[in-house]
């Protein structure tokens, strides 16, 4: 049996028994367009470490820690203490008012403040939100067969056992607990454990414009797209906004995947989180053929790009020393698992000693994993120690050898909002020493192609109503009146170009990629 229902006008949720529930698209879409958007999630809630500085209805942050650069362009929120309970924080009379009535806060927050000054886990509370729901659907979640209807993996997660089985017995113990405290909900443990479960397989992190993790989602038509490593759409918030964005064009009546995870990982990797996770085996397109960007490596004679089932360097025609690249392979992964343990060392000096090491196997290029990553991890440290020129050289990188591979597309919106981070810094590095260093690169001009570059593709990556569209704007015209460029110059003709392609830059681009080469070089040699 197939039942089809339309989700928007440009996808529909097909429901087949054998295989679970999908979205497909119900005409062609082209590469960059809104697909979904869901303006009011069943739940959006702040994390633990985000209750403080995030409105509990629309998401507005009063502060932003880890993304300094890009947050100093957002007016900050003002944030108030719901008097109940003094655990949650609105920025208006209007997102207090809301959240009580239409999103429930009235029912847990004498549950809250029973716990008070003890903070409920997110878990705990997102389960008791879903708790709430389960108990008033309505009839459009019918549709999706609601809260009810979520795929749990219970059997799963109990066959796997371990910790987070443990931790979903305990939690769904808890709540149950809490609930006995408020007059309106009482559930018992067995239900609150299928809640978690549930929880763990269709939620959704909420980032901010700059994907910095700040809250978890739960929304029916989110929870209907299936996974792929190779996705022709991704997942975005705007505040507590959730929309879906095609990456590639779509043709009429194939499926629309996003990715769970991080892609930045080989398949082996990709696999193993897949099945622990999500518990199926993955056979999207990248995970079946051999094709794997992320795992060519680099020749060791010309550093020329080598895909993964060569044996020779298609440029040079050099050998691949197989022993070598199998044993700089096995050492990435080591590094990687090491990085995924609880507690794991990710200061910088760690860090730059691993990459180092990757580095100076003279076999694994910016691409391969956890390289970018680690680049991305120390380029954010820098930033928030304030070390501008360190930060600009790991994001140069990025910028120059990984974004072209691991975010084909120019408007992929993590590599959009990646270089706006790199302009924001190269900002900073000219304030901080204009007269430049290395190979006296004119910021001014780099500047503004890069922030050309990015309005060019804003509206494909994240829509030109968007908050970052919004941000973008406002940034430009600064630099412009900054800078004191006037709006009748020679750089109006860049407008929508990207560095690459603006001619009066050329020189500028050479200079860039010589700072990466020698920079790179020194993180091989300095082992
Ligand atoms: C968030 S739900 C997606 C909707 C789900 N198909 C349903 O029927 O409700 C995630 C679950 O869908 C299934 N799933 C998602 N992507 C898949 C894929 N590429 N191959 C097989 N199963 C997948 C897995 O069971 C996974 O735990």
């Given at each position: 049996m197939s039942l089809s229902v339309d989700i928007s006008e440009y996808a529909y949720l097909k429901d087949r028994l054998s295989a679970g529930r999908f979205i497909h698209a119900s005409q062609q879409i082209s590469a960059g367009t809104e697909i979904l958007s869901?303006?009011?999630?069943?739940?959006?809630?702040?994390?633990?470490?985000?209750?403080?500085?995030?409105?509990?209805?629309?998401?507005?942050?009063?502060?932003?820690?880890?993304?300094?650069v890009n947050q100093a362009y957002k007016p900050p929120a003002k944030l108030s203490f719901c008097l109940g309970c003094r655990v949650v924080k609105y920025c208006s009379k209007a997102c207090q008012t809301w959240d009580w009535k239409r999103k429930n806060?009235?029912?847990?927050?004498?549950?809250?403040?029973?716990?008070?000054?003890?903070?409920?886990?997110?878990?705990a509370r997102v389960m008791l939100r879903m708790a709430k729901h389960f108990l008033n659907e309505t009839p459009s979640a019918k549709v999706f067969g609601g809260i009810g209807g979520l795929k749990a993996h219970v059997e799963d997660f109990q066959k796997a056992?371990?910790?987070?089985?443990?931790?979903?017995?305990?939690?769904?113990?808890?709540?149950?607990?809490?609930?006995k405290g408020s007059k309106a909900v009482n559930f018992e443990p067995d239900f609150m454990r299928d809640l978690y479960c549930k929880l763990l397989i269709n939620s959704v992190t909420v980032t901010t414009q700059t994907f910095d993790p700040i809250g978890i989602c739960l929304t029916y038509q989110a929870a209907m797209f299936?996974?792929?490593?190779?996705?022709?759409?991704?997942?975005?918030?705007?505040g507590r906004r959730l929309s879906v964005r095609s990456l590639k064009d779509i043709a009429k009546d194939t499926e629309i995947t996003i990715s769970y995870i991080d892609n930045l990982m080989t398949r082996k990797e990709r696999k193993r989180e897949l099945s622990s996770r999500y518990f199926f085996d993955c056979k999207c397109s990248l995970c079946s053929t051999k094709t794997q960007p992320f795992e060519a490596s680099s020749c060791h004679k010309c550093s020329k790009l080598v895909p993964y089932t060569s044996n020779s360097c298609p440029s040079c025609q050099e050998a691949v020393p197989e022993d070598d690249l199998t044993s700089a392979i096995a050492q990435a992964a080591a590094i990687t698992e090491k990085r995924e343990k609880k507690n794991a060392d990710k200061s910088v000096d760690t860090t730059?000693?691993?990459?180092?090491?990757?580095?100076?196997?003279?076999?694994?290029?910016?691409?391969?994993?956890?390289?970018?990553?680690?680049?991305?991890?120390?380029?954010?440290?820098?930033?928030?120690?304030?070390?501008?020129?360190?930060?600009?050289?790991?994001?140069?990188?990025?910028?120059?050898?990984?974004?072209?591979?691991?975010?084909?597309?120019p408007f992929h919106p993590v590599r959009v909002v990646r270089t706006f981070t790199l302009a924001m810094v190269l900002i900073q590095v000219?304030?901080?020493?204009?007269?430049?260093?290395?190979?006296?690169?004119?910021?001014?001009?780099?500047?503004?192609?890069?922030?050309?570059?990015?309005?060019?593709?804003?509206?494909?990556?994240?829509?030109?109503?968007?908050?970052?569209?919004?941000?973008?704007?406002?940034?430009?015209?600064?630099?412009?009146?900054d800078m004191g460029i006037d709006s009748n110059q020679e750089t109006d003709k860049w407008a929508g170009k990207g560095l690459g392609g603006i001619p009066e830059l050329e020189g500028e681009v050479k200079k860039i990629i010589k700072m990466v080469d020698d920079f790179v070089l020194d993180l091989k040699k300095a082992v």
């Open positions: 869901v303006e009011d999630p069943l739940i959006c809630i702040p994390d633990e470490a985000h209750l403080d500085t995030c409105c509990h209805f629309c998401m507005a942050e009063e502060s932003g820690e880890s993304s300094s806060h009235k029912y847990e927050c004498d549950i809250y403040k029973a716990q008070y000054p003890r903070v409920l886990p997110t878990a056992g371990g910790e987070r089985w443990e931790m979903g017995n305990l939690t769904a113990k808890a709540t149950a607990e809490f609930s299936n996974h792929s490593c190779d996705p022709n759409a991704i997942m975005l918030f705007d730059l000693k691993y990459i180092k090491s990757l580095y100076a196997t003279n076999l694994l290029p910016s691409t391969y994993p956890p390289n970018p990553q680690l680049h991305q991890d120390l380029a954010m440290s820098y930033i928030d120690a304030g070390d501008w020129k360190s930060a600009l050289l790991h994001l140069l990188t990025l910028y120059v050898r990984a974004y072209p591979v691991i975010y084909e597309k000219a304030v901080d020493a204009p007269e430049g260093f290395g190979e006296r690169i004119d910021f001014t001009k780099v500047l503004y192609g890069l922030l050309t570059e990015i309005s060019g593709n804003v509206e494909k990556s994240h829509g030109s109503s968007s908050g970052f569209a919004e941000m973008v704007r406002r940034k430009i015209q600064d630099v412009k009146v």
